[in-house]
């Protein structure tokens, strides 16, 4: 009676161990080619992150720039630049995407520049 409990346990515990790791999202090749690029870039130069979301009901990724000054950039799914959301002089982009910062949703961070 003792071993089938001993064994019973010893079962539970090596099963419960057993934990899923989170799937990696599955990027675009686009995406992966501007990221390895960003990676050869100097540090200084280097953009901050590429964030996943989804805008409008598709995915996009949200590229931040180094410094304030520079626009941001977005692009779909097949690299397509669809605009710049914030950045430059004034902070507020290129106009073309004024409701990205409010309506974008289920963020999934890719990359950062160490």
Do not use: R
């Amino acid at each position: 009676m003792k071993k089938a409990f001993l064994l019973l346990t010893v079962i539970i515990i090596v099963c419960s161990s057993f934990v899923k790791g989170k799937a990696k999202p599955v990027l675009p090749a686009c995406i992966k080619q501007k990221i390895e690029t960003y990676k050869k870039m100097e540090k200084h130069e280097q953009p901050q992150s590429v964030t996943e979301y989804e805008y409008k009901g598709k995915k996009v990724y949200y590229v931040v720039m180094p410094c304030c000054d520079f626009f941001s950039e977005l692009y779909d799914a097949k690299c397509n630049l669809l605009g710049h959301p914030d950045g430059g002089i004034t902070g507020k982009g290129d106009g073309k995407l004024p409701d990205f910062n409010d309506t974008k949703t289920k963020e999934k961070l890719i990359w950062k520049a160490k």
